[in-house]
């Protein structure tokens, strides 16, 4: 449920005629890194070049790690590192880029501008982005928030598609395969 989850982003409930309950997966179950990372590289074969991404969650819920996984299902081999000091850390495959920013040391939403990311988010890339809040409006729309959550010791993970683009990549991650949340097995 959409009360379950806080954003904290100024686009807290989607304001394009899209279905909320076709819109939100239910949380999760993510028993351990593995599961996490599994999901992120499942994820990562149904995001599209443009796609903007915002990473929700209390530190060390998993969302470097989901990372990891989504830049692992695209093939990438080196080492995934949180780009907590750098801002952005950027990873290129062919002809798409993705930007993997972690803006939780931002004080005001002033410095997005100052820093000139702005140009990250073309047709050429795909953004996934961690502390989004700390930017607040500055941002581009997301298509899709990805909550993480603890849960005991294990983790949980929601999706909320934000626009039909989102719509469409949350339905192929569905088709993709079966995952259990809290209260049943999902699947195509």
Known sequence: MVNDITLDQNNTVPDNNLNLSDNLLKPILLAD???????????????????????????????????????????????????TYTLVEPYTFNDLTVYHFDLYRFIDEEEW??????????????????????????????????HLMHDGLQRKIQFLANTTLGEQSLASILKQTSIKTDDKTQSA
């Open 33 to 83: 890194e593995a599961a996490t990372l599994a999901v992120g590289a499942i994820f990562s074969q149904c995001a599209t070049a443009g796609f903007v991404v915002f990473l929700h969650g209390d530190l060390g819920a998993g969302k470097t790690t989901f990372t990891r996984g989504f830049l692992q299902g695209l093939g990438f081999k080196g080492k995934v590192k949180s780009p």
């Open 113 to 146: 501008e100052a820093t000139g990311f702005r140009e990250y988010f073309n047709a050429n890339s795909i953004c996934l982005i961690e502390w989004p809040e700390k930017a607040g409006y500055l941002l581009p729309e997301p298509d899709m928030h990805i």
